[in-house]
């Protein structure tokens, strides 16, 4: 069995003994929004109910067990194992209450999703032309006024039109150059 413990408004911790475990579930919310999370401890079989204190530093845990007590600090969501046996001098015991099932129990099971349908391949982009720009994908060509880019294989361009000759322009400057040129017109850089 189960047992619960309000330990502040919209609070609760579920606590839960499975075979040698003690299950730890902190529950916090309001309508429409809730956080859960849950830690397992080796502890072995509870040989009475669990144990809630408030503390200045959060609630412990008391779990009694064959092996000994265990005690178990929760903070928030944070839960962690003290050492030792806390002082309960100034803590109040809190009321805990058996029920059916712990929060994580009793969700509802999920279906698995289902597989991702495999990519459909791209249907080939069309050639754009942007006024003076114009572009082709496959092969990528790009054009632009007087300069033009060409990656890709693909049979070359015919050159029936300036704009598709194959122009040269200087690494330097980028002016536009001839084939037989050997350095720029315009700012003078050596050629190879």
């Known amino acids: 069995m189960a047992y ?11 606590l839960d003994n499975q075979g040698t475990q003690t299950v730890v579930t902190t529950l916090s919310g309001s309508p429409g929004q809730q956080q859960q ?16 204190f408030r503390t200045p530093n959060g609630v412990v845990l008391k779990i009694s067990t064959a092996q000994g007590d265990h005690f178990i600090q929760v903070q928030g969501s944070s ?11 100034s ?24 597989p ?24 990528m060509e790009m054009r632009m006024g007087n300069m033009e880019m060409r990656m890709g294989s693909g049979s070359p361009a015919s050159s029936s039109s300036p704009a598709q000759s ?6 330097q400057c980028g002016s536009s150059l001839t084939p037989s040129d050997r350095f720029c017109s315009s700012c003078g850089n050596q050629l190879n």
């Open 4 to 14: 619960v413990c309000e330990i502040g408004t919209g609070h609760r911790v579920y």
């Open 37 to 52: 999370a849950s830690n397992g401890f080796q502890t072995g079989n509870w040989t009475s109910p669990p144990e809630v």
């Open 79 to 89: 839960m962690s194992v003290t050492s030792g046996t806390p002082s309960f001098g």
């Open 91 to 114: 803590s109040q015991q809190m009321q805990v209450q058996q029920v059916d099932s712990t929060p994580a129990s009793s969700t509802p099971s999920m279906e698995p999703m289902k």
């Open 116 to 139: 991702m349908e495999p990519m459909k391949p791209m249907e080939p982009m069309k050639p754009m032309n942007m006024g003076d720009m114009q572009m082709n994908m496959n092969p």
């Open 166 to 171: 194959s122009k040269q322009f200087c690494p």
